[in-house]
């Protein structure tokens, strides 16, 4: 089983509303990552936690808040948000199997299509 | 900073072609190129190089690393109009101890046509 879970699938949200996006994996990966991407344009990383710690922010505004309860679970938390963050959310796992190693191939989740009113 | 470069952006072709789409790149710290499949929604993986020199096939796609010329093809054999998709080119950079990044091209957006 490859699969990746993503809820919800499209979110309408106000400039003030605070929502959360949910990823779900049940691959035992240790590594989970969220991606950003606008139309025509490839995936832009955003964050990556490794074994349910944080491990790369790529410099992203604090109104997205990534949060990871355990190894299956990682959830991106929005408060905020601008009109520009409207895009398809990614979430991808990996096996990390520990430093200095590929982390191994990513499997996507079908995406959260946010818009952001 | 990691640089990811794939061409032809754009390729139309008829179906039973023959395909070659590359990617070349700059990166620190090399762990693995990755290629997806991107149709609507999220990228479908297709294969992992970390050898040079190895290829990988799956049906009628097959892929080869190249790491003297940082540069990797991916071929599709007898296209079909299912084919059609963006492919997108990724590569992977290990960061700090425990992280891991990837970077993507732009994609190459493939139209088979019947």
């Known amino acids: 089983d490859t699969e990746v879970t993503q809820t919800p699938k499209h979110l309408v949200m106000g400039m003030t509303n605070k929502k959360s996006l949910k990823c779900e994996q049940h691959m035992g990966h240790r590594a989970m990552y969220w991606y950003k991407q606008k139309a025509k344009k490839p995936p832009e990383l955003m964050f990556v936690?490794?074994?349910?710690?944080?491990?790369i922010n790529e410099s992203v505004p604090s109104r997205f808040s990534p949060e990871c309860p355990n190894s299956s679970l990682l959830n991106l938390h929005l408060h905020a948000l601008q009109p520009e963050d409207s895009a398809l959310y990614l979430c991808a796992s990996s096996q990390d199997r520990g430093s200095g190693v590929s982390k191994g191939e990513q499997y996507f989740g079908p995406g959260t299509r946010l818009t952001v009113t | 900073e990691d640089k990811v470069v794939q061409s032809p952006l754009s390729l139309v072709v008829h179906e039973g072609d023959t395909v070659t789409l590359n990617c070349s790149y700059e990166?620190?710290?090399?762990?693995?190129l990755l290629w997806y499949k991107q149709e609507k929604k999220a990228p479908t993986f297709l294969f992992m190089l970390?050898?040079?020199?190895i290829e990988k096939k799956s049906g009628r796609l097959s892929s080869i690393l190249d790491k003297k010329e940082l540069s990797s093809i991916l071929n599709i054999t007898a296209t079909q109009t299912g084919d059609s998709a963006i492919y997108l080119c990724a590569v992977e950079a290990v960061v700090k101890t425990s992280g891991s990044r990837l970077t993507f091209g732009e994609g190459t957006q493939l139209t088979v046509n019947p």
């Open positions: 970390t050898s040079s020199g």
């Open positions: 936690y490794s074994y349910e710690k944080l491990s």
């Open positions: 990166v620190t710290n090399f762990r693995s």
